[in-house]
C-alpha cells in the first residue's frame, strides 16, 4: 500500500512561488507514474503535470513553462515547483500514483494535455494541500 502525503501550500500574492511536496511510503515512487493535479472550488480535477518512470514529464498548456515537476528518488518525494502564480492557479493539489499495471499509467503517456479534465483513477493519491493565489 502507497501512502501519499502532500505539503507546501498556502496563501500568496499573484506572481509568487510556492514548492508542492508529495511525500510517498510504501513503495518506490520512482516506478510509479506519478501526477500532479487540483480541483478548483466548484470545478472537476484536471490535471497540471505528469512523470512517468523513465523520466518523461508532460504538463497542462496553462502551466507549462511555469510549473516543473520533479522526483528527488532518494527522498521518494515528488515535487510541484510553481512559479508567477495566478489567482486562476487557486486549488486544491494532490498527488497521485499509478501502479506499471494499471489502466491510469496511461497518465504518463500525456494525451490528457488536450483535454486536462480527463479522469484517471490512479491507485493512490494524497489529501491534498490547498493553494490560495489572490491578485
Known amino acids: 500500500q502507497v501512502h501519499l502525503v502532500e505539503s507546501g501550500g498556502g496563501s500568496i500574492q499573484s506572481g509568487e512561488s510556492l514548492r508542492l511536496s508529495c511525500v510517498a511510503s510504501?513503495?518506490?515512487?520512482?516506478?510509479?507514474?506519478m501526477g500532479w493535479f487540483r480541483r478548483a472550488s466548484g470545478k472537476s480535477r484536471e490535471g497540471i503535470a505528469g512523470?512517468?518512470?523513465?523520466?518523461?514529464?508532460t504538463y497542462a498548456n496553462d502551466v507549462k513553462g511555469r510549473f516543473t515537476i520533479s522526483l528527488d528518488a532518494a527522498k521518494n518525494t515528488l515535487y510541484l515547483q510553481m512559479t508567477d502564480l495566478k489567482p486562476e492557479d487557486t486549488a486544491n493539489y494532490h498527488c497521485?500514483?499509478?501502479?506499471?499495471?494499471?489502466?491510469?499509467?496511461?497518465?504518463?503517456?500525456?494525451?490528457?494535455?488536450?483535454?486536462?479534465?480527463?479522469?484517471?483513477?490512479?491507485?493512490?493519491w494524497g489529501e491534498g494541500t490547498q493553494v490560495t493565489i489572490s491578485s
Open positions: 497521485g500514483a499509478a501502479r506499471p499495471e494499471s489502466p491510469a499509467f496511461g497518465f504518463c503517456e500525456g494525451f490528457w494535455v488536450h483535454s486536462p479534465r480527463t479522469q484517471y483513477a490512479m491507485d493512490y
Open positions: 510504501g513503495y518506490a515512487l520512482r516506478k510509479y507514474c
Open positions: 512523470l512517468d518512470s523513465d523520466g518523461r514529464v
